[in-house]
């Protein structure tokens, strides 16, 4: 069984449309996050929840809205696509909030937007 | 501004042989470290972590060394193995800013060379 999950694998959309990412983690985990690689492969936190509470909201278009209905699913909602949100999306998990445990990553969802 | 710097993008090492990966950070309030692992198409997996309590640590083949002074930590692989070839990359966290999300580096891609 895959420890966090990501759907879709890949998503090809054009600019202007809305699309959402899903995430599940099935390992008890309190923590989930969405980190953005870009081009240059730099990993940059986006959002944390805990427990259902948004804890971290780094600086995003307001056009990114995550929600999560429990504490094993983060869904990531992207409106109005722009060119320079294609990147790959990774979703995480951690066992608590103020807990130095590693991170479980998901495997990623490329976002191409044309 | 990164305040975790991987400053070799790649890296090529024979088979048997040791692999060191650095990483650079500027923030000296951090004092938890990991490094990860990424393979093409796969998300992150953790690898090692250390405090800064610590100087070093070690898990079967990988040990992370850290320099609080010089604000380094390395990762030795040794002996390095065809399988070790993946995308590394190191981050940071402070446990004292209360936020406990990680800053990454960009990243040092190793090739084992059979």
């Known amino acids: 069984d895959t420890a966090v999950s990501q759907t879709p694998k890949y998503l090809v959309t054009q600019m202007g449309n809305d699309k959402s990412i899903k995430c599940e983690q099935n390992l008890g985990h309190d923590t989930m996050y969405w980190y953005k690689q870009d081009s240059k492969k730099f990993l940059k936190i986006m959002f944390s929840y805990n427990n259902k509470e948004l804890i971290i909201n780094e600086t995003v278009p307001n056009r990114f809205s995550p929600k999560s209905p429990d504490k094993a699913h983060l869904n990531l909602h992207i409106n109005s696509l722009e060119l320079g949100d294609s990147a790959v999306y990774f979703c995480a998990s951690s066992p608590g909030w103020g807990e130095n445990y590693g991170y479980t990553f998901g495997s990623g969802t490329r976002l191409t937007v044309v | 501004d990164q305040q975790v710097k991987q400053n070799s993008p790649s890296l090529s090492v024979q088979e048997g042989r040791i692999s060191i990966l650095n990483c650079d950070y500027t923030?000296?309030?951090?004092?938890?470290f990991l490094w990860y692992k990424k393979y093409p198409a796969e998300g992150p997996t953790f690898l090692i972590s250390?405090?800064?309590?610590?100087d070093k640590n070690e898990d079967g083949r990988f040990t992370v060394f850290l320099n609080k002074s010089a604000k380094h930590l390395s990762l030795h692989i040794v002996p390095s193995q065809p399988g070790d070839s993946a995308v590394y990359f190191c981050a940071a966290s402070s446990l004292l800013s209360g936020t406990y999300k990680y800053i990454f580096g960009t990243g040092t891609r190793l090739k084992v060379l059979a």
């Open positions: 250390i405090s800064s309590i610590k």
């Open positions: 923030n000296s309030m951090f004092d938890y």
